[in-house]
Structures are given as structure tokens and as C-alpha cells.
């Protein structure tokens, strides 16, 4: 294993040993090619750069106690990322094609995938976007797909601890018809300034309304919303929004552990109903939020006022961090152990 301070990673990007590539030329995709750049040659008129056609997944991959690394629903970010590419016209990645390169990325910086207990893990950024050149509007005749790797820390050091979200009006990340529901770079470059904006007021992140009448609540920011009420999980139903891993996850261990799950229109007023909030992605899993603030009619809702995740939170999220680690079992067969 290589030396790093895994207890200190930050969230963000650390130089791995190699990284994969595949292209599609002449109608055909290539084998997958190890690097061993952290650069890419590119075509300045690529459709890519001008165009916007480009998207990205994100996975991880943790150590357990055995030793062994786990690959979290890899399968899913496949079906996704072709989901990503129907919706901007790009030559989408074969599955077989987009495991071959994930699982060989894995495995040639295994030494960089976390020790167990660490918090740690191994997060895995597949990139597909417009190699060929184009100057009309068109989609590129060309594709290349990267996976490359970095070792990330927890996202919360010293434990899951709740944050503070700003409600956005003025920003819309995506259009209702739009590109929301797929994982393309121009929904991230959209949302950047009200991030920003609500990082400047002192908020982790922003609370995004759904774009056509800001009367229901969509994202926030990079990651899906879910109130609790009682014992019923309820989280949005909109056009707009990423269709999240983790969120689909959780919503299936809240199932079988008794407690209800909705999929449904939630109007922002209903935020006063809630018991806890919380934002699912990979990246947290889950971020219990510990208040909203609404800038434009002044309220305020407040979830936690301890510091700590609410009960129910806090067991979707045991539970599905326990599958991920292996220290619960992969009674869903979410996970694929590489070596
Ligand atoms: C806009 C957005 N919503 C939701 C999510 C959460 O998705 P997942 O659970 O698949 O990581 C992400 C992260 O990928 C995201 O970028």
C-alpha cells in the first residue's frame, strides 16, 4: 500500500498510478488502454469542449475488514452513464465495456484504495464526452472514455454532523425539459453560482425548487433531498432531478426495515412537517441537514439542534455504509468484490 495520511485525505483529488481509455472511432470501440498521464490530448474543436457533450459518473470503492475491496452497484452507474449519453447524443459505453475499465482502473491503483476503519475510500470518476471535431452544431462522430481513480476522505471528518442549506429562487440548475435528470457538466456549471451564493451566506449548500414554478422542492446541489415524517421516508418526484444511486438505495433498505417510502411532488411549505432532512449522493451518502433557511420570505426550519443526524437518518445511513464496508450483508447484492 502506498503511504498517504488516510485519516487526513481530503474530499478532492489525489495523483494515482494509472488511468483507462477508450475510443470510439470508425464506429467501433476501442480495447481499453492503461495510462499512466494524468493528461489528455484533445482536439481543440472536440464537440466536448464547445458543445457540452461530455458526462460523468461517480462510484466507490471501499476496503472491508477482510481486506477485500468492495465496488459499490457499479451496474448502475453503467446504466446511467448510457442514460447520459442517449440524452446529448453520444455514442453510449457498452455495460461490458464499462466494467472491464472500471474493474482494471480498481485493480492497477488497488494500493491506493483506503484501509478499513480509515473513513476513507476509493472514488471512481468514469468520463465520457465528444473527442471529434465539429464546428456546426452536431454531435461528435468520435468518443473517449476515461476512468481514472483518486483515494477520498470521509466527506465528514469526526463523524456525520448535520449542515445548513440555503433555499436557491434566482438559479435554476436545469430546465424541466432539460438535461437534470442525466449527469452532463453544464447541470454543474449552472449551479455554480448559487452554490456559491449560498457558501458566501455561510450554508454547506443550496436547496434547488423545481424550475418552472418554485412551488415544490427538487436537489440539493449534488445530491437527492429526503424529509422523514414518522416512519415515512418521502422524497421528490420531478423531471429536473438526477436519478440517485444512494437515494434508490436507501429507499430499499428503509422497505425492509419498516419504514414507509414515498416518491412524490413535495411542496416547500411541507418542509415545516418534516421530523429530518437529509441530502443523499455518493459522496456523503447521506448529509443530515440541520436547517433551511428561506432568503426570500425570512423562515427558517430547523431539524437538529444537538449537532447530531436524527434516528432514522442515522440508520439508513449505518446500514448502508455497513453494506458498502462489509460489516452488514449484501442481502441486496449491491456489492462486487475485486480481489
Ligand atoms: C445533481 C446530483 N444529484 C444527486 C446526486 C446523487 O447521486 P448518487 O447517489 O448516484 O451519487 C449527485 C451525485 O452524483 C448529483 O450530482
Known amino acids: 500500500m ?7 485525505l481530503p474530499f478532492g483529488y489525489v495523483k494515482t498510478d494509472f488511468n483507462v481509455r477508450c475510443y470510439f472511432r470508425d464506429g467501433k470501440w476501442s480495447k481499453p488502454e492503461i495510462s499512466d498521464s494524468e493528461y489528455i490530448n484533445i482536439h481543440m474543436a472536440a464537440t466536448g469542449l464547445h458543445y ?18 468492495r465496488l459499490f452497484r457499479w451496474d448502475e452507474n453503467a446504466k446511467r452513464m448510457t442514460s447520459s449519453a442517449h440524452g446529448i447524443v453520444m455514442e453510449p459505453v457498452p455495460h461490458d465495456l464499462f466494467r472491464e475499465a472500471v474493474f482494471t ?22 468520463l465520457l464526452y465528444g473527442s471529434g471535431p465539429e464546428v456546426g452544431v452536431k454531435p461528435s462522430k468520435e468518443y473517449t472514455f476515461v476512468v481514472f481513480v483518486t483515494p477520498v476522505g470521509p466527506y ?10 440555503m433555499i436557491c429562487r434566482d438559479v435554476d440548475r436545469a430546465a424541466p425539459l432539460g438535461t437534470g435528470n442525466i449527469k452532463v457538466g453544464g447541470n454543474y456549471a449552472a449551479s455554480l453560482r448559487a452554490i456559491i451564493k449560498a457558501r458566501d451566506n455561510g450554508y454547506s449548500n443550496v436547496l434547488f ?7 415544490y422542492i427538487d436537489e440539493c446541489g449534488p445530491a437527492n433531498f429526503f424529509g422523514i415524517k414518522g416512519q415515512t421516508y418521502i422524497t421528490p418526484l420531478s423531471e429536473s432531478i438526477l436519478p440517485s444511486i444512494i437515494n434508490k438505495s436507501l429507499m430499499a433498505i428503509a422497505d425492509t426495515i419498516g419504514i414507509k417510502t414515498e416518491r412524490r411532488r413535495i411542496p416547500v411549505e411541507e418542509l415545516s412537517e418534516f421530523d429530518e432532512v437529509g441530502a443523499c449522493g455518493t459522496a456523503a451518502v447521506i448529509s443530515p441537514v440541520a436547517k433551511i433557511t428561506d432568503p426570500d420570505t425570512d423562515k427558517t426550519y430547523i431539524y437538529c439542534k444537538d449537532g447530531n443526524p436524527g434516528p432514522v437518518s442515522l440508520k439508513l445511513y449505518n446500514k448502508l455504509v455497513g453494506i ?4 452488514e450483508p449484501d442481502e441486496f447484492g449491491w456489492i462486487t468484490i475485486l480481489g
Do not use: T
Not at 156 to 165: A, D, L, R, T
Not at 324 to 327: A, L, N, R, S, T
Open 324 to 327: 458498502q464496508c462489509g460489516d
Open 209 to 215: 425548487l423545481d424550475a418552472k414554478e418554485k412551488k
Open 52 to 69: 457540452g457533450q461530455e458526462s460523468f459518473e461517480g462510484l466507490k470503492a471501499c476496503r472491508g475488514k477482510d481486506g477485500k475491496v
Open 156 to 165: 465528514f471528518k469526526g463523524g456525520v454532523k448535520p449542515v445548513n442549506m
Open 105 to 126: 482502473a480498481i485493480r492497477l491503483n488497488e494500493n491506493y484504495v483506503p484501509p478499513y476503519g480509515s473513513g476513507a475510500s476509493l472514488y471512481i470518476r468514469p
Open 2 to 8: 502506498v503511504h498517504l495520511n488516510w485519516n487526513d
